[in-house]
C-alpha cells in the first residue's frame, strides 16, 4: 500500500518529462492534460534534463539549480591566462533586470542547445515549474526559426528571444496554473531538481 501511495503522489507532480508534455500541449494548444493523459504519453526511460516538445524529438538539455557562476560563464568570455570572466557586467545586469520580477535567472546557450537555469533564494515550486516552461518554450521558438530573432546567437537576438518568450508565458502563467491546480496537479511540490541545487540572492540598486 504505501509503494501505491507514493507512486500516486509522483503521478500527481511535474517531474522534467511531465512538464514538457503539460507544458508543451498548453503553448501550442492551449490544453491542460490530467495526470491520467499525460501517463500514457510519458516514456519508461526519459533522457535526462531533456527538453522535448510533445512527442518530437529532443529540442535540447536544460539544467536547474545551477550555481550563478555557471551562467556567468555563458554570457562572457573567459580570459586565458587568468581564468577569470570578463565583460560580463553590462549583460549580466540586463539579464537581472529582466527577470527582476521571477524567483529565477536562466540563459539559451544556443549553439550547443543547452538551457541553464539558476534559482534566487526561497524560489517556490511554482517558479521552478514556470523557469522550465519559459526554457522549453524559448527552445522550441528558436528551433522553429522565426526569422533573425530565433535563428542568431547574438547576445542582443537572444535576449529580445528571451524578453518576448517571458512576456508571452507570464500573460498565460496564472490561467496555466489555476487549470493544473484543476487537472489534479500538484504544482506546490517541486520535482524537478534530481539533486540538491544552488540558490543565491540579489540585490538589484535602482539608478539614481
Not at 92 to 115: C, H, I, K, N, T
Not at 173 to 187: E, P
Request: glycine fraction near 4%; aromatic fraction near 6%; include cysteine.
Amino acid at each position: 500500500m504505501n509503494r501505491a501511495a507514493v507512486r500516486a503522489v509522483s503521478m500527481h507532480t511535474l517531474n522534467r518529462q511531465r512538464a514538457n508534455i503539460v507544458f508543451s500541449t498548453f503553448l501550442e494548444q492551449k490544453t491542460v492534460l490530467d495526470p491520467k493523459e499525460v501517463s500514457l504519453q510519458e516514456r519508461i526511460f526519459e533522457l535526462d534534463g531533456v527538453l522535448r516538445w510533445r512527442s518530437s524529438s529532443p529540442l535540447a538539455t536544460a539544467k536547474i539549480g545551477l550555481p550563478l557562476q555557471d551562467l556567468l560563464a555563458l554570457l562572457a568570455p573567459v580570459h586565458r591566462k587568468t581564468g577569470a570572466i570578463r565583460d560580463t557586467e553590462a549583460k549580466v545586469m540586463r539579464l537581472v533586470r529582466l527577470y527582476s520580477q521571477e524567483e529565477f535567472l536562466l540563459w539559451y546557450d544556443a549553439p550547443q542547445r543547452v538551457g541553464h537555469i539558476t534559482l534566487k533564494e526561497g524560489a517556490a515550486a511554482e517558479s521552478q515549474l514556470k523557469a522550465w516552461a519559459l526554457m522549453l518554450w524559448i527552445a522550441h521558438r528558436h528551433s522553429m526559426g522565426g526569422g533573425s530573432v530565433a535563428t542568431s546567437a547574438s547576445f542582443e537576438r537572444m535576449l529580445d528571444l528571451h524578453r518576448s518568450s517571458l512576456q508571452d508565458l507570464s500573460s498565460r502563467w496564472a490561467d496555466c496554473i489555476q487549470r493544473l491546480r484543476t487537472a489534479g496537479w500538484d504544482v506546490d511540490i517541486a520535482s524537478l531538481e534530481t539533486r540538491s541545487g544552488s540558490r543565491i540572492r540579489l540585490q538589484v540598486k535602482d539608478d539614481d
